[in-house]
């Protein structure tokens, strides 16, 4: 028998398709490189931060049984990862992510996560069928979220009983997909992780700093918030007020992924009990590792 989870993942996990070249790309480009495929989506990049940081997540997502999907559930498995509650389909296909990547960053990416969408509320049976939960008694650990899911889904979730006992915490997917959890920005037991982007995206409208962008998501109805604006001041606003603290200046040697070890850490040390300060000095230091290159990817 597998362990029980100690906290959810709920959302995309597919295969990330990345195409690399050292050459600088521009539309039309066809050039030398290297193609790799590895685990992905936001929700499977979170749980696996989490599992760093000591925590022992279980997925809940929509996977394929095509050969694909074998190769994923294998991969998450080896990963430390709880796949027994994810929702496997017989006619769906495996989701997938494509990027490109040149000298000059990443040119551009798709998402195809339309077997998630596809599969909707398929994915949470086990919170109400008593495997994790059951109305009578919901899931009352936390959860991390992504906005993959459909905004009608994500709408359901902020009005369901279900996670009415659970710690919610949400990440976009992507700043395309920020607006779909404006249902959720009201949820008074969810907590959602933006940088200044996503939360100008959200309020439609700029602000000049994390402090700002926690302020106009508070006027917004937003129950809860952690705002990242990079190497500047980050901010953790509710109703009881906005703290800001620096991120610790660091050489900088990655960026990508930076939000999601900012995001895990903050959720392993208030699962820990720290407090609302300290919770945020342990994200600001596991980032500031992250970015510097002293944790292994
Ligand atoms: N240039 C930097 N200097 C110092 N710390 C940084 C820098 N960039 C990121 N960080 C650290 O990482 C945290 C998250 O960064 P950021 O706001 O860029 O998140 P993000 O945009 O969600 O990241 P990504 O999408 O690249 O994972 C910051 O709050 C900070 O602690
Ligand atoms: O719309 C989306 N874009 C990107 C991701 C994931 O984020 C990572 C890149 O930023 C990558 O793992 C991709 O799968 C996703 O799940 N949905």
């Given at each position: 028998m597998t362990a029980r989870p100690d906290i959810l993942c709920i959302g995309a996990v597919l295969w990330d398709i990345v195409g690399r070249s050292p050459a600088h790309l521009t539309m039309g480009s066809d050039v030398p490189g290297r193609i790799t495929r590895l685990p992905g989506g936001v929700a499977m990049n979170i749980a696996v931060t989490l599992a760093r940081f000591g925590m022992r997540p279980g997925l809940l997502a929509a996977i394929g049984r095509d050969a694909e999907g074998e190769a994923l559930v294998s991969a998450c498995g080896s990963l430390?990862?709880?796949?027994?509650?994810i929702y496997r389909s017989d006619d769906l296909p495996t989701d997938r992510y494509m990027a490109v990547e040149g000298a000059n960053g990443l040119v551009a990416a798709i998402a195809d996560a339309h077997s998630l969408e596809a599969a909707g509320a398929k994915i949470l049976r086990p919170l109400s069928d008593g495997?994790?939960?059951?109305?009578?008694?919901?899931?009352?650990g936390p959860v991390a979220l992504?906005?993959?899911?459909?905004q009608a889904l994500l709408a359901e979730i902020a009005g369901s009983g279900l996670f009415a006992a659970a710690d919610l915490r949400i990440a976009p997917a992507s700043p395309g997909k920020a607006e779909r959890l404006l249902p959720l920005?009201?949820?008074?037991?969810a907590t959602i992780y933006v940088n200044r982007e996503e939360a100008e995206l959200i309020c439609q409208r700029t602000f000049g700093d994390a402090r700002a962008a926690a302020e106009g998501l508070l006027a917004r109805g937003t129950a809860r918030m952690l705002v990242t604006d990079g190497g500047r001041s980050t901010a953790d606003g509710s109703v009881d007020g906005v703290l800001t603290a620096e991120p610790p200046p660091v050489l900088v040697t990655r960026v990508t992924g930076a939000g999601d070890a900012f995001m895990a850490a903050h959720i392993a040390a208030e699962t820990r009990g720290e407090s609302r300060a300290d919770a945020l000095q342990s994200a600001l230091e596991a980032a500031a590792h992250h970015v510097s290159g002293d944790i292994g990817s």
């Open positions: 430390g990862l709880i796949t027994d509650h495997s994790l939960g059951s109305s009578a008694r919901p899931w009352n992504d906005g993959n899911l459909t920005l009201p949820v008074a037991n």
